[in-house]
């Protein structure tokens, strides 16, 4: 626990800084808030109430031992690391860049495995897109998503090194939550923008997967992910949640899990509910709805 605290203080005026700019984010998104009811007069606020109660149960969970997981995790696997990449200005912009690679395939694993995408549909499942749904992230994902993580250490990078990279990825993205800002250019291209980001939150078809980037759309491009723009974006999942109740949107995709597992009828059917990709239905199953839908 004292190696932890060390490392900590020795990184403290970076996490000053990094609370200061969260800080301004907040600033912002209170101020969109105020806009979009005064201002704009709309009458219905519940996804972003719903938004800042799961945001505030977040914070809370943070300030408990759970909070420590993420951290006590990556530390633990430090004792293993193969390569030590001793921490220096210059390694700073590797330390991001990987920290961003890394969440790309994080991201893309949330969207294509069912358990996974269990946690990860409460961000997509707000049929609003404001700063607010920045916000929206599962009270579980931060004792599971630290594993993805576990690379960077293995590696040689430090484990506070790794740790303020991903907070650098994850707070970029705080702003592109947002329907007032329209395309960029060029920067679409390269950069996570909201217009990018608006495509990776839509529910129509030729939207889904896609732009999975924290910052850079380079690795969408590559990996043949990436999406622009085109028509509008119907914001939320297939199958909407239908509450405000943060308790229902949080588990509401393990209650389904739960109860198709509990009627498979086999192992393997049981393993595809909770393994495979979202919507995954046994070949008999899919059969009979294909049948069913030629008559």
């Known amino acids: 626990m004292d190696d932890i605290e060390q490392q900590f203080e020795a990184f403290a005026g970076t996490f000053a800084v990094l609370e200061l700019v969260g800080l301004a984010f907040l600033v912002l998104i209170l101020g969109e808030t105020v806009w979009d009811i005064c201002i704009k007069n709309r009458t219905s606020y519940g996804e972003t109430i719903a938004n800042f109660i799961i945001a505030a149960g977040n914070s809370l969970l943070d300030r408990t031992v759970y909070g420590l997981v993420f951290v006590l995790g990556l530390f633990i696997t430090q004792d293993y690391a193969f390569f030590e990449i001793r ?143 085109q028509e509008a974006v119907i914001y939320g999942i297939t199958t909407p949640v239908g509450t405000w109740n943060p308790l229902i949107i949080n588990f509401h995709e393990f209650g389904k899990i739960f109860k198709e597992v509990k009627h498979s009828k086999s192992v393997s059917d049981a393993f595809g509910y909770v393994c495979k990709r979202p919507g995954w239905k046994p070949e008999a199953d899919t059969n009979k709805t294909e049948s069913l839908g030629s008559d």
């Open 87 to 229: 921490t220096a200005w210059w390694n700073w912009i590797l330390a991001i860049v990987a920290a961003d690679f890394t969440y790309y395939w994080m991201h893309r694993a949330e969207h294509e495995i069912r358990i996974l995408w269990a946690y990860h549909s409460i961000h997509h499942s707000s049929p609003e897109f404001n700063l607010t749904t920045g916000l929206r992230l599962a009270w579980i994902e931060g004792a599971i998503e630290w594993i993805f993580f576990v690379p960077m250490i293995l590696l040689g990078f430090g484990t506070v090194q790794t740790i303020i990279a991903l907070a650098i990825v994850v707070i970029y993205q705080t702003w592109i939550h947002t329907e007032k800002i329209g395309k960029l250019g060029w920067l679409d291209r390269v950069f996570n923008t909201p217009s990018v980001h608006r495509v990776h939150h839509g529910s129509n078809k030729q939207y889904h997967d896609k732009n999975y980037g924290g910052i850079l759309m380079l690795w969408d491009r590559f990996f043949g992910t990436y999406k622009s723009e």
